[in-house]
């Protein structure tokens, strides 16, 4: 079977990772969660009492930290599990600064690619396709409401027991917004060969089924070309 990469790309809480590994394991892809990395270095700045705004200190970390992706969506800092400590409201809030800055996006990145060469892969981020995987077969630009990704973002905290509140939650996904699609480098932005997905009325399974339709069709226009 002919090898695939798939982008997805969005705002913060717009379902991406959701609906990445959902994809990944109907079709049998590798997925790459990217901002669980990126939550990864954030969890070790705070661990290690670096401000995440001081973009020195944290760039200063780099050498310091390897982290790894596991199945089962498992994700290890420095051989530590990781898995629920980077979703606290503390990482949360923290983690576009950490994203922001080139240094430590470049070291990921290295990282991502490396990845994407080995197998079909499915990978979401803020910029996956404009960045770093910009030759994926299938780009999806997914967005929603900030109201719907606020409600989506906290359902999923209550569910995982991480304390939070829905006011929170939408100050955070606003301000995270704003970082990211500001930042110099990289900046969240969709690819101009990106597919507009708007899942502010779409469940889960319609969003993961209008996806594999996409991915479905561009399989056959690439073995048809041969």
Known sequence: MRKI???????????????AKLIAEKKGYTY?????????FTWYCLKKGV???NEAACVALIPEVNIELKPGHIVLCNGEDVSFAIRQTDVSGNVSYIASYKDIRLALVVLQRAMAEKDSVIMDGRDIGTYVLPNADVKIYQIASVETRAVRRYEENIAKGIPCTLEEIEEDVRRRDYIDSHRDFAPLKPAPDSILLDTS????QEVVDTIIMIIDRKIKELEERG
């Open 51 to 53: 401000d995440c705004q």
């Open 5 to 19: 990469t798939v982008a997805i790309d969005g705002p913060a809480a717009a379902g991406k990772s959701t609906v």
């Open 201 to 204: 009325y779409m469940s889960i």
């Open 32 to 40: 790459i969660d990217t901002g669980a990395m990126y939550r990864a």
